[in-house]
């Protein structure tokens, strides 16, 4: 009604509103331009993820690199792969990982340094041997659930649904736990009915100063190979 009064002409109080519509497009649109490029990452992104894609407390580089920080600890992570390629406690001087100056971040290549998710097959196992070689984890994008940053800790909750190429049912969920002290906590969801087996690593590549000072603590009583 407000449209065409008058016989069809456009009111004085229709140029207006035309006028208030545009002022507010032209504020969106300055807005949008501002997110940063991981969102282009994601096909259908919900409201509320824009306000958690530009999270004040969150930086993007232009390897699609987010970058957190706090009082106790620094750290960056690629959605491509799910893999934390960076961490620092603000105390040490160096960096707890190592990351390889020949990565291209093309969202392709897999990220050869940080923590790469092998998932749902470690190496070359004949487990799921019809999967890439360390699964598909660390060449897929994962999504962004969660992000928590406060003066004590930083929370990052990643999830990764499979492709349907891979013919596998399953999901899998990276929880980053941040302060002084890193934990990272990989579950793996069976989306069917039937059982599947898996293998898994989170494939750390440690940023060694002097390979013979090195020690390794926390094993005691446990079993591995």
């Given at each position: 009604a407000l449209l065409y009064e008058n016989g069809g002409m456009p009111s004085d109080e229709t140029d207006r509103i035309f006028t208030e519509l545009a002022k507010l497009l032209q504020t969106r649109t300055e807005v949008l331009s501002e997110i940063p490029e991981q969102i282009d990452f994601i096909d259908e992104l919900p409201d509320y993820d824009i306000e958690l894609y530009t999270h004040k407390k969150m930086k993007t580089d232009g390897n699609g690199l987010i970058s957190l920080a706090n009082s106790l600890a620094e750290?960056?992570?690629?959605?491509?792969?799910?893999?934390?390629?960076?961490?620092r406690p603000k105390s040490q001087k160096h960096d707890v990982f190592w990351l390889g100056e020949k990565n291209k971040f093309d969202n392709v290549q897999a990220i050869r340094g940080g923590i790469p998710v092998c998932w749902p097959r470690f190496a070359e196992e004949k487990l799921n041997d019809n999967l890439p070689r360390h699964g598909f984890a660390r060449l897929s994008m994962w999504n962004l659930e969660s992000v928590t940053v406060t003066e004590e800790k930083i929370e990052v909750k990643l999830s990764l649904l499979s492709d349907e190429k891979y013919g596998v049912n399953v999901s899998a969920e990276l929880l980053l736990k941040i302060t002084d002290k890193l934990e990272c906590v990989l579950e793996t969801v069976n989306n069917g009915d039937t059982e599947f087996d898996f293998s898994e690593a989170l494939h750390a590549y440690f940023n060694v100063g002097e390979r013979d000072?090195?020690?390794?603590?926390?094993?005691?009583?446990h079993n591995y190979k």
């Amino acid at each position: 009604a407000l449209l065409y009064e008058n016989g069809g002409m456009p009111s004085d109080e229709t140029d207006r509103i035309f006028t208030e519509l545009a002022k507010l497009l032209q504020t969106r649109t300055e807005v949008l331009s501002e997110i940063p490029e991981q969102i282009d990452f994601i096909d259908e992104l919900p409201d509320y993820d824009i306000e958690l894609y530009t999270h004040k407390k969150m930086k993007t580089d232009g390897n699609g690199l987010i970058s957190l920080a706090n009082s106790l600890a620094e750290c960056k992570i690629s959605l491509f792969g799910g893999n934390l390629v960076s961490y620092r406690p603000k105390s040490q001087k160096h960096d707890v990982f190592w990351l390889g100056e020949k990565n291209k971040f093309d969202n392709v290549q897999a990220i050869r340094g940080g923590i790469p998710v092998c998932w749902p097959r470690f190496a070359e196992e004949k487990l799921n041997d019809n999967l890439p070689r360390h699964g598909f984890a660390r060449l897929s994008m994962w999504n962004l659930e969660s992000v928590t940053v406060t003066e004590e800790k930083i929370e990052v909750k990643l999830s990764l649904l499979s492709d349907e190429k891979y013919g596998v049912n399953v999901s899998a969920e990276l929880l980053l736990k941040i302060t002084d002290k890193l934990e990272c906590v990989l579950e793996t969801v069976n989306n069917g009915d039937t059982e599947f087996d898996f293998s898994e690593a989170l494939h750390a590549y440690f940023n060694v100063g002097e390979r013979d000072k090195i020690k390794i603590k926390g094993l005691k009583g446990h079993n591995y190979k």
